[in-house]
């Protein structure tokens, strides 16, 4: 059965970096995209960027300069950074890959 | 980047079937795979649909995808509803600048 785990801090101030990670159980993915997709409150699914099997990096053109996505295939673990955040940052953020999701990080920025 | 439109919201009754329409503004539907997924309220998007009519492990039969590209859209029809199926759908496809995702549909279940 995989599983995507996810984790980190819920709570930021404005112009604080977020930090999440996610991390994938039960099979392996090599050769897939990882991506993360977030969620402001009471609105659509927007998409954040993603990072390919060989590290190609390709991010939404919104958020390009503030975000960073990197992986870990030998420990299947994936991670995203974005920087100078700010209240329009508030959201729930998913990583999937491939059909799999996982089960949302609730992200609020403060001023 | 292209938009991908979906209906605002659907309602349909119990044990009906309801098909749930997005179409692309500018490029073929064909061109990109489809994807469809299903939010119930207070939880995480799920997977229904991959790859236009693909259906992942676990997601029954009553679930399934279809491109037309006379009207460059996709629909997903879900027959037999049941009032679980009660939840906001999303497609999704691939565009030059990364992942496009409709706006959602609310499906109400009555």
């Known amino acids: 059965q995989v599983q995507l785990q996810q984790w980190g801090a819920g709570l930021l101030k404005a112009s604080e970096t977020l930090s999440l990670s996610c991390a994938v159980y039960?099979?392996?993915?090599?050769?897939?995209?990882w991506s993360w997709i977030r969620q402001p409150p009471g609105k659509g699914l927007e998409w954040i960027g993603e990072?390919?099997?060989?590290?190609?990096?390709t991010y939404d053109p919104s958020l390009k300069g503030r975000v960073t996505m990197s992986r870990d295939t030998s420990t299947n673990l994936f991670s995203l950074k974005l920087t100078s955040v700010t209240a329009a940052d508030t959201a729930v953020y998913y990583c999937?890959?491939?059909?799999?999701w996982g089960q949302g990080t609730v992200v609020t920025v403060s001023s | 980047n292209f938009i991908m439109t979906q209906p605002h919201s659907v309602s349909e009754s119990p044990e009906k079937t309801v098909t749930i329409s997005c179409t692309r503004s500018s490029g073929s539907i064909a061109s990109n795979y489809v994807q469809w997924y299903q939010q119930r309220p207070g939880s995480a998007p799920t997977t229904v649909i991959y790859?236009?009519?693909?259906?992942p492990s676990g997601v029954p039969d009553r679930f399934s995808g279809s491109i037309d590209s006379s009207s460059n859209s996709a629909s997903l029809t879900i027959s037999g509803l049941k009032t679980e199926d009660e939840a906001d759908y999303y497609c999704?496809?691939?565009?030059?600048?990364?992942?496009?995702f409709g706006g959602g549909t609310r499906l109400t279940v009555l």
């Open positions: 999704q496809s691939y565009g030059r600048s990364g992942w496009v």
């Open positions: 790859e236009d009519k693909q259906r």
């Open positions: 999937a890959i491939t059909y799999f």
């Open positions: 990072i390919n099997d060989s590290e190609t990096t």
């Open positions: 039960g099979g392996s993915f090599s050769g897939y995209s």
